[in-house]
C-alpha cells in the first residue's frame, strides 16, 4: 500500500485555493453520512445545508473539481466521495507519529475515526522514559531518543504534536529534520518551520476565548433590549399629556393660558 513519503496530493499544482480546500473535509464529512444512509443523489442545496456553507460557494468549489452535478438530479453521493478523498489524498495510507502521549496525545491515539479517514497511527513517542514500552491503544510508546528511526521506519509524513508548549519546537524541528514534511500542532504555541513544511494548529483555549466573546456580545445584547423594554413599559403606562393653550401639560388635563383670580 502507498505511504504518505511516496505520493502527494496535487491540490496546489491543480490551483485549487486553499479555501477551497479547507471545506473540502467539510461536504466529505457531509456526504459520508449520506453514503451511510444509502442516499443516491443530493443537490447542491442540501449538501450545502449539511456543511454549513451557501450553495454558490459549494458549486464554485466543486468546479474546481470539475464536478458539476446534473441539473434535476444534483450529485452522485458515491462519486463525490470518491473524488474529493482522491483529492485530499485520502484513497492512501498515511502513517501518523504522535509525539508527546499525555492526556491529549493518548485520547487521540484511541480515536477511531483515523483509520476510516485514510490516516494510521503507526508511532506513539514520548520523552518521559517510564513510558517507554507501555501500551497506548496497542501500540507501545517509544521514547524521542529513537524519534528518526521511528519517523524513517514507518514512513511517517505527518507528525502530531501534543506535548507542553515549551518542548513543542525542538519537537518540531526534530521531525523536520527526520522527513516530516506535514504537522499539525496541539501545543498552545507558534511553530517556525522551513518553507517546504505545512503546520495547521488546533488552539482549543483560542476557540473557547472566541465563543466567549461571542457569549458577551449576546448577553450585551439581551441586557440593551431588556433596558429598551424596561423604558417601552413605562412610558406605556405614563399618562398622557394634553397640550395647552400656552403649550404646556399637565397630569390632569389642560392648565389655563391665565389662572382665574
Avoid at 36 to 57: D, F, H, I, M, Q
Avoid at 126 to 141: E, N
Wanted: net charge negative; charged share 20%; aromatic share 4%.
Amino acid at each position: 500500500m502507498a505511504t504518505g513519503r511516496t505520493h502527494r496530493p496535487a491540490t496546489r499544482s491543480r490551483g485549487i485555493p486553499e479555501a477551497t480546500v479547507a471545506r473540502l473535509p467539510l461536504y466529505l464529512r457531509a456526504l459520508t453520512a449520506l453514503s451511510e444512509r444509502s442516499v443516491p443523489t443530493v443537490s447542491s442545496e442540501e449538501l450545502a445545508a449539511a456543511a454549513g456553507v451557501n450553495s454558490a460557494k459549494l458549486r464554485k468549489d466543486f468546479s474546481y473539481l470539475g464536478s458539476y452535478g446534473t441539473r434535476g438530479v444534483g450529485y452522485d453521493v458515491e462519486y463525490l466521495v470518491y473524488q474529493i478523498s482522491r483529492e485530499l489524498g485520502l484513497t492512501q495510507d498515511w502513517p501518523v507519529a504522535i509525539v508527546g502521549i499525555g492526556n491529549l496525545g493518548a485520547a487521540l491515539a484511541n480515536y477511531g475515526g483515523f483509520a476510516s479517514r485514510g490516516f494510521r497511527v503507526a508511532a506513539l513517542i514520548d520523552a518521559d522514559p517510564a513510558m517507554a514500552g507501555t501500551p497506548v491503544a496497542g501500540i507501545a510508546v517509544q521514547h524521542t531518543d529513537d524519534l528518526d528511526r521511528i519517523i524513517s521506519e514507518n514512513g511517517v509524513s505527518i507528525g502530531v504534536i501534543t506535548t507542553p508548549p515549551g518542548a513543542a519546537q525542538q519537537v518540531c524541528d526534530r521531525l523536520v529534520a527526520a522527513g516530516v514534511t506535514s504537522i499539525l500542532n496541539f501545543a498552545p504555541t507558534v511553530l517556525s518551520v522551513p518553507d517546504g513544511v505545512d503546520v495547521r494548529k488546533v488552539d482549543l483555549s483560542i476557540e473557547l476565548q472566541i465563543l466567549a466573546f461571542h457569549e458577551q456580545r449576546k448577553a450585551g445584547e439581551e441586557a440593551a433590549a431588556d433596558g429598551r423594554a424596561v423604558v417601552e413599559a413605562d412610558e406605556e403606562e405614563a399618562p398622557p399629556m394634553r397640550a395647552t393653550p400656552s403649550g404646556r401639560k399637565g397630569p390632569d388635563g389642560d392648565m389655563p393660558a391665565v389662572m382665574p383670580a
